[in-house]
């Protein structure tokens, strides 16, 4: 591949994963080391490989950037990640597959494409800048944790 290829702009979107890995109400995020965003706070993820499931991708994305073995619970939304370039074209377009879980097991650590990990309180998130999409996917995570919650207690 010529460099010319590698700065060309990308042809269609490529799949990748986000996880909401709540634990009551705290929320587990991770500092990026990569671009994009690099440097921002944001849920564990990343790309899906050839031939991994995107729940596959999920689970071991948690895993290199925390240390984490999780528990899906649900599929929260599908967001579109698109990234120009200063010039307005468009660099990079991520199909984003976001997910909530539970931790299971491990000691948080960060990992893999994560500069930083950890647990945010959900009252402490104002605190924290977030991509508005991120934002909105974690609080979509703890209102189906409430009705979850509040579900069950009728029973």
Do not use: C
């Amino acid at each position: 591949m010529t460099q010319k290829d590698m700065n060309a702009p990308p042809r269609r979107p490529e799949s990748a994963v986000g996880v909401v890995v709540l634990d009551g109400d705290k929320v587990l995020l991770i500092r990026r080391s990569k671009p994009p965003r690099e440097d921002q706070w944001s849920i564990p993820g990343g790309r899906q490989e050839l031939g991994e499931t995107v729940h596959e991708a999920a689970l071991r994305e948690v895993q290199e950037e925390t240390g984490l073995t999780v528990k899906l619970t649900g599929l929260l939304d599908v967001v579109d990640g698109i990234f120009k370039s200063p010039d307005g074209l468009i660099a990079q377009h991520y199909t984003l597959i976001d997910f909530s879980a539970r931790p299971l097991s491990g000691t948080l650590k960060a990992g893999d494409d994560a500069k930083e990990a950890k647990w945010v309180t959900r009252g402490d998130l104002i605190h924290v800048d977030l991509w508005s999409e991120t934002r909105r996917i974690i609080d979509l995570a703890f209102r189906r944790e409430e009705l979850h919650d509040g579900a069950n207690h009728q029973n």
